[in-house]
């Protein structure tokens, strides 16, 4: 069994920063790619950030310049540093990983249960 445990969410006022950070724990041969993605009330839920196991990134086009994805292979832990938030940016945060159980198994796709992220005008 894989768990992801999420932390670090939280009510904000526009222009600060949160830090939000994702544990895998459970059953882990490897880990492929990680990432964060978002849903806003009524809306779908869309890409933040993703990272390889390689360390290359790629972002939303409405993240890039304020938020940084990275990851501790050794903790098996991803990281969403974001600075500058915006009211829109208010979301459940949910973070994502690919992972394979055993060495022969196929990776599976993995997600935690969301923190909440409030970013007040």
């Known amino acids: 069994q894989v768990q992801l445990d999420e932390s670090g969410g939280g009510l904000v006022q526009a222009g600060g920063s949160l830090r939000l950070s994702c544990a895998a724990s459970?059953?882990?041969?490897?880990?492929?790619?990680m990432g964060w993605y978002r849903q806003a009330p009524g809306k779908q839920r869309e890409l933040v950030a993703r990272i390889t196991s390689g360390g290359s990134t790629n972002y939303a086009d409405s993240v890039k310049g304020r938020f940084t994805i990275s990851r501790d292979n050794a903790k098996n832990t991803v990281y969403l540093q974001m600075n500058s938030l915006k009211p829109d940016d208010t979301a459940v945060y949910y973070c994502t990983a690919e992972i394979r159980s055993r060495g022969w198994a196929t990776p599976s796709d993995y997600w935690g249960q969301g923190t909440q992220v409030t970013v007040s005008a």
């Open positions: 459970g059953s882990i041969f490897s880990i492929n790619d």
